[in-house]
């Protein structure tokens, strides 16, 4: 069946590094979508992706869904602690529901 | 005023209880989900319900009963408690199937089963 894997699991940066989290499917996708969850909350959408090559930014996140539409990437410019949390891409599952990878968790250090 | 609100946000039960999880949304949105987090953070989509459709995710124990009584509430039933069942769960919901639009997740409900 279809995966998603995203790697790395987890992610510790000094404030003002930068981060990249990688989001793979063993399949191609129609659309992906990116969720950040922050500790102790739910998880909050962030954006999705359709188009094959696709690049959206939203301020310091830049978002990429890959040529060949299986795989995608979240990077974010300068950390602040503001960014701490999971960060969650999420693929179509047998053309419904939803499949959550397992997220990256990322620590920043002030 | 919220979304997508679950009650409770913290239930504590021992096992072979049954229990229930609300779930509403105001969204006026025509699918609702459960998840499932474990403590390793992995979300695991339990049901979607959409338009009197129910799809479940083949690996939900048929302990875990899904009911609807209107578009605006996916409550959870959970019979026969078992100490695996300790997660969060999360409510959400979007407009049409998701992948279409964004999901808007409740706040979820810690369950703990002792």
């Known amino acids: 069946g279809q995966q998603v894997m995203q790697i790395p699991q987890y992610q510790h940066v000094q404030e003002g590094e930068d981060f990249t989290t990688y989001c793979n499917s063993s399949?191609?996708?129609?659309?992906i979508q990116w969720y950040k969850q922050r500790p102790g909350g739910h998880p909050v959408f962030l954006i999705q992706?359709?188009?094959?090559?696709e690049v959206k930014k939203q301020k310091r996140l830049t978002f990429q869904f890959g040529e060949a539409k299986k795989n995608s990437s979240l990077h974010i410019t300068a950390t602040q602690t503001t960014d701490v949390g999971t960060y969650f891409c999420?693929?179509?599952?047998?053309?419904?529901?939803?499949?959550f990878g397992p997220g990256t968790r990322l620590s920043v250090l002030p | 005023d919220t979304a997508v609100s679950q009650t409770p946000k913290y239930l504590v039960t021992q096992m072979g209880n049954d229990k229930s999880i609300k779930c509403e949304q105001n969204?006026?949105?025509?699918?609702m989900y459960w998840y499932k987090q474990d403590s390793k953070k992995f979300l695991k989509i339990m049901f979607s319900?959409?338009?009197?459709?129910?799809?479940i995710n083949e690996t939900v124990p048929n302990r875990f009963s899904p009911k609807s009584p209107d578009k605006a509430h996916l409550n959870l039933h959970i019979n026969s408690l078992e100490l695996g069942d300790s997660a969060v769960y999360f409510c959400?919901?979007?407009?049409?199937?998701?992948?279409?639009?964004?999901?808007?997740f409740g706040q979820g409900t810690r369950l703990t089963v002792v």
């Open positions: 959400a919901s979007s407009q049409g199937r998701q992948g279409r639009t964004e999901a808007f």
């Open positions: 399949t191609t996708l129609s659309n």
């Open positions: 992706l359709v188009k094959s090559g």
């Open positions: 999420a693929g179509p599952h047998r053309g419904q529901n939803f499949v």
């Open positions: 969204l006026g949105h025509d699918t």
């Open positions: 319900y959409n338009n009197k459709e129910l799809i």
